[in-house]
């Protein structure tokens, strides 16, 4: 019912930028919170940052000061900049949407297909 497409990955130098991409498409009412989140080789997933219908952003320590985070409510998007990349930002990053599809106020979490960033020289 919702499709996620995620896009903006790529190799990039330490201290570089890239900025991530996520459409959200389909049976779509509304959109509550939007966020990403990574998953480095070998280790478990972890919210990145998130982003609320209001604006309002939480971040991860790790990359409080790096990167943010904004959405395009008429375009159903959230992005996600990243500047001052470092290896350890290396990862599979995920969008993740709650959207109402039947227009019931029930949000239901949903998850893009991801897209690799490779931090490296």
């Known amino acids: 019912q919702v499709q996620l497409v995620e896009s903006g990955g790529g190799l990039v130098q330490p201290g570089g930028s890239l900025r991530l991409s996520c459409a959200a498409s389909?049976?779509?009412?509304?959109?509550?919170?939007m966020g990403w989140y990574r998953q480095a080789p070998g280790k478990e997933r972890e919210l990145v940052g998130v982003?609320?219908?209001?604006?309002?952003?939480n971040y991860a320590d790790s990359v409080k000061g790096r990167f943010t985070i904004s959405r395009d409510n008429v375009k159903k998007t959230v992005y996600l900049q990243m500047n001052s990349l470092k290896p350890e930002d290396t990862a599979v990053y995920y969008c993740?949407?709650?959207?109402?599809?039947?227009?019931?106020?029930?949000?239901?979490?949903?998850w893009g297909k991801g897209t690799l960033v490779t931090v490296s020289s």
């Open positions: 993740n949407v709650y959207a109402d599809v039947d227009g019931s106020t029930w949000y239901k979490g949903y």
């Open positions: 389909g049976n779509i009412v509304s959109i509550n919170g």
């Open positions: 982003i609320t219908n209001g604006g309002r952003t």
